[in-house]
């Protein structure tokens, strides 16, 4: 017997038969003998209809008078009706259930409406609850503060507070039901033979999702991993009886199938800038990084130019694609200050990475990186680096090409 | 300056045009120096949808396991949302504003899910907040039991709800905001010059709710009693700056006027059974009650007819139109154990009533209203009288005329 934190999207929950499907799948794992704790969103559509009724009002004036409390206090209501829907669903198969709203657990965040951080939960009552047999029901994305108002951790953090609540219940494992089967080697609409991985380590999955997989938020690969704990990823879909045994994220152990890279990565929310003629002298970069941080935006893949005779280099880094503009603002506003002559940016780029622990421990990887980009005649503009991965920038028109010819090149698509 | 609770329905917080129409009259009251707290409902047709969700998932099975606890968790989001939006509509006329929900207060409740009463309410947090001259906007109709879990005072439940924080803030006054201007001398509808009264005594209104006027809850108009608070009665819907002065339910004082009947109600909801040839000896009505209230019936008008020569009598009364067919069944199966020879039932009856403070020191009240009836050739089956209203059962057909009759006998279109 183990105890079991299951957590479903909004698309898993989007009507009531979706909701009859889940409780088929929770009262699965409870008839297996395992105590289970539920993590819902809410039904897909409500939090946006929750949002333009805010935003409705909100628009009326120019009082910017914060209300994040309020927007907290209203969008929480979603998930509260999913998860009292779903602990209904429930005991109309005849099981224990009974739903968990953030502040009943309680899950205490800081003062961040809107975008809490957990900083704790205690639940004596719940872990009681579920040693008794009874399946509880969370409503996700929702916490408390120490003023007794609800929080919410954000657009999509209910993957963060599923995993918080498994940590906090001791659970064995958090299964994350989405709408794909699981991790794979790369984006299946783009390499039609990406295969499905079994088991991927934290640290390989971190990268992947910070590199753009999308499949799992990385605060709560994080989190997972800090507290050895393991997360399956599978699908919501599958029709009762079909086998869905998804890919585990866990600690790297020594059964982990033997492969140097794992996965191939891309994302198109990139934009290159090239500081041109920078003083050449120490401290540069971190001027040019400090400016950036004090206009809010974060600095990704940074490349320093071959220096020149007359004692100037240039500077290349990659921001988010959507920070560019405030990126540039923020550059020619320091342009004395830096001490540059010109800068060129580039919005059309995309970055691709190739992920995996292996890469530790063999070499030759890198080689077969560029030989299989070079072969394509697929050029490098920056190269980022770090102990289990390996980044380029590229022009995004050969973003396909360099995705399909690295997942080729890795023989990704046998086991 | 006082302190004033305002209450607004689901349909004067329908849509953001009138949430934001509600934010106007509460900066009214907040700016004329009052502290002010404001009980909101769900916008109308969101508790429908929400119970809607819940009865499709209900109906799947047998499985008769109460589901109340879960049913409250979800509908009280109604409230919620709406409690937030005011809160933001306030804000944003630069008032300082904050939503409150029923655990928040805390508001607690037996355990009675989806029909829970109100056992005690302590605030010092919203005390605190009122007196920094923070509105307070409570979602209604909800509260908190002693498991932590959220329950809901039952459809309409928020007018008591108000009146319940009314009391504990010890706010001066209650204002239920509703979509009539006050309480009417009758029906309007029946009356064309039915009047609006600007005060009325706590028993009078009373005796109007549970004999069919809608505008107030008894339940709401009892706890007011019990604790000397005034209610004003009053329309949301009046425009910007058009007098609203509504209906003052209060304590029988000096100053109030000078009249006998004070209103005239009608019940079209009422069914008259006759039990014939029941053997008429000690006990007999109450072995007939016990059977109502065994079945869950509730025994309104009562009266016993002629005694007989053969020691046997007829015996009248009235339930519910809706429990007839459960009174019958009830009836039938305790023939031989209560004793009578036959039933008759009558579900084409209604009751209208006189109510009047002024009842009790008036005479010739009954003798007026059974004159006015008798001219229009309107026949009284059943009359039941208290200290301060006279009620008569009459064919259906003649409510409009009987409202009619007994409104012009007792001058109630003059002031």
Chains 1, 2 share one sequence.
């Not at 969008?75 to 429930?90: F, K, P």
């Not at 004596?124 to 408390?144: H, N, R, Y």
């Not at 994080?222 to 079909?242: F, H, Q, W, Y």
């Not at 070079?374 to 503009?381: P, Q, T, Y």
Request: hydrophobic share 45%.
């Amino acid at each position: 017997m183990a105890r079991i934190v299951m957590k479903f999207g909004g698309t898993s929950v989007a009507d009531l038969d979706r909701i009859r499907h889940v409780a088929g799948l929770v009262e699965a794992e409870a008839k297996a003998g395992h105590e289970v704790a539920v993590v819902v969103s809410a039904m897909s559509g409500e939090t946006n209809r929750l949002v333009a009724l805010v935003d409705a009002l909100d628009g009326d004036t120019d009082n910017a008078d914060t209300i994040d409390d309020e927007y907290d206090h209203i969008v929480a209501s979603g998930e509260q009706v999913t998860s009292g829907l779903l602990a209904i669903a429930l005991r109309r198969k005849g099981l224990k259930a009974r739903s968990w709203l953030g502040w009943q657990i309680p899950l205490m965040t800081d003062f961040a409406y809107s975008k809490a951080r957990i900083s704790g939960i205690k639940s004596p009552a719940m872990d009681e609850s579920l040693k008794s047999g009874t399946i509880g029901v969370v409503a996700g994305f929702q916490g408390i503060t120490t003023d007794n108002r609800i929080s919410t951790l954000g657009r999509g953090g209910s993957d963060t507070s599923a995993v918080a609540i498994a940590v906090a219940l001791k659970a064995d494992r958090c299964d994350i039901y989405t709408d794909v089967d699981g991790i794979y080697t790369t984006d299946p609409r783009i390499v039609k033979n990406a295969r499905r991985l079994d088991r991927i380590s934290f640290e390989e999955m971190l990268e992947l999702a910070s590199l753009g997989a999308k499949v799992l938020q990385t605060r709560s690969v994080e989190l997972a991993m800090n507290n050895d704990l393991p997360i399956r990823v599978l699908t919501s879909m599958a029709k009762d009886g079909e086998p869905n045994p998804g890919t585990l994220v866990c600690n790297e152990v020594n059964d982990m199938e033997e492969r140097v890279v794992s996965g191939v990565a891309y994302s198109r929310d990139e934009a290159q800038i090239t500081l041109l003629r920078l003083k050449d002298k120490p401290g540069m970069v971190a001027k040019v990084t400090r400016a950036m941080s004090d206009a809010n935006v974060i600095v990704d893949m940074i490349v320093q130019g071959i220096s020149r005779s007359d004692n100037a280099a240039n500077l290349t880094f990659t921001v988010g694609k959507r920070d560019l503009e405030k990126a540039l603002a923020a550059l020619n506003a320091s342009k004395d200050a830096i001490g540059f002559e010109g800068i060129k940016s580039d919005d059309n780029v995309s970055k691709v990475s190739i992920v995996g622990i292996g890469m530790r421990s063999h070499t030759g990887v890198a080689q077969t990186m560029f030989e299989a980009l070079a072969e394509r005649g697929i050029n490098v503009e920056v190269i980022a680096t770090s102990e289990i991965k390996i980044s380029v920038l590229i022009d995004s028109e050969y973003t396909e090409l360099a995705v399909r010819a690295l997942h080729a090149a890795f023989e990704l698509e046998t086991a």
